[in-house]
């Protein structure tokens, strides 16, 4: 979950991100709400609601920026809901109120209608006392958030929305794996998906040292898993893929630099780089990925970090279409499913921000 952070200048792009002699913790409460299926059956945290499944109901606004919302942009098009369930992106920058729809004609998202995605968060909580974080469900008659609860968002994309899923969808939870797939997403989330945020936010020299310890004991442990596996669980691509590629794809671009996770770079972890460009050039993920956002968003929001907000011109993106050999391992992306067709026209990447051919 990327947010705008609170305490500042309304109008400033410099964030409070690192607290001097403290650990990164993150925000982890949201806003719990699900859209399902059977809104009378499902099971639900305390205090939250049930919402339909329903076509043309909601907006997904996903920065392509933030890691978090493109695990959302990923599921999305691998399922094929393109068509039943729209995409507002905001732009790579925010200020600290909000994220903000800076790319739209007149600055506006054309079907919600609003500058700030904090406008739906107060629609429907005049006082959010939290970040306003992307990705983020909101429903368009009402104009009002329905959940920003991002792992929740793309398990409920696969588990809840089957009716609307494409012919040849993959299947990104298959049941007989999910209870060690969990353990492996904990893990992945805990030590590298937020372990980064956890290097690049220490507030002291002694909180950076041991998140630095935990994020490459566990980046070991990937390279290691991914020896004789081509993907994460083995048989095909899932959803702890998309948890571990959208950190992958920001790692030399971002946090070996900016957040100081520079024992090495990815590039140089044979097993994990060529399942990265495994994963990037498979339909549905690459074609997901704005470099220059990615980089413009951290470079210039966390002016904490980087005072002079100066976006840097590297790394080459050339080498993701180098060759990657994972085909040896003889597993298929999507296992007895099929690859999503084109990117739709409106959600096309900007050719210079990709190294993919458009």
């Not at 982890?28 to 109901?57: C, F, H, K, M």
């Not at 790579?92 to 995605?117: A, C």
Request: proline residues 8%; charged residues 25%; glycine residues 8%.
């Amino acid at each position: 979950m990327t947010e705008a952070a609170v305490g500042q200048d309304e109008h400033s792009t410099k964030g409070a991100y690192v607290h001097a002699g403290e650990s990164f913790d993150r925000d982890t409460n949201y806003i719990e709400d699900r859209i399902v299926r059977d809104p009378a059956t499902a099971q639900l945290s305390e205090g939250a609601e049930a919402w339909p499944v329903e076509r043309d109901r909601y907006r997904l606004v996903a920065a392509r920026a933030c890691p978090w919302a493109n695990r959302t942009l990923i599921v999305r098009r691998l399922l094929g809901l393109e068509g039943v369930i729209s995409v507002g992106l905001p732009g790579p920058t925010h200020d600290v109120r909000s994220w903000n729809f800076q790319l739209d004609p007149e600055g506006k998202d054309p079907v919600l209608g609003i500058e700030r995605l904090q406008e739906a968060y107060f629609a429907r909580f005049p006082d959010y006392p939290r970040g306003i974080t992307v990705p983020a469900v909101v429903d368009i008659a009402s104009g009002q958030v329905v959940t920003n609860n991002f792992p929740q968002i793309t398990e409920d994309f696969a588990k809840e929305w089957t009716d609307f899923h494409r012919e040849g969808a993959p299947d990104l939870w298959p049941t007989e794996l999910e209870d060690e797939m969990r353990e492996v997403m904990r893990r992945v989330y805990t030590e590298v998906n937020n372990g980064v945020y956890r290097c690049g936010f220490a507030g002291s020299q002694e909180a950076y040292e041991a998140a630095y310890d935990r994020l490459w004991t566990a980046m070991d442990w990937l390279e290691e898993r991914l020896a004789d596996r081509r993907f994460l669980m083995g048989p095909h691509i899932t959803e702890a893929d998309v948890r571990l590629f959208t950190t992958l794809v920001r790692f030399d671009p971002v946090y070996h630099g900016h957040f100081k996770c520079s024992r090495n770079k990815l590039t140089e972890m044979p097993n994990l780089w060529a399942y990265a460009r495994d994963l990037f050039t498979t339909p549905g993920f690459g074609d997901t990925v704005d470099f220059e956002q990615i980089k413009q968003h951290y470079y210039v929001v966390h002016g904490d970090i980087n005072p002079t907000r100066i976006v840097p011109v590297g790394p080459d993106l050339q080498n993701w279409l180098e060759p990657h050999g994972r085909e040896a391992l003889g597993d298929a992306p999507f296992g007895r499913g099929t690859a999503p067709g084109p990117v739709r026209e409106s959600e096309r990447v900007v050719p210079d921000h990709t190294p993919l051919p458009q």
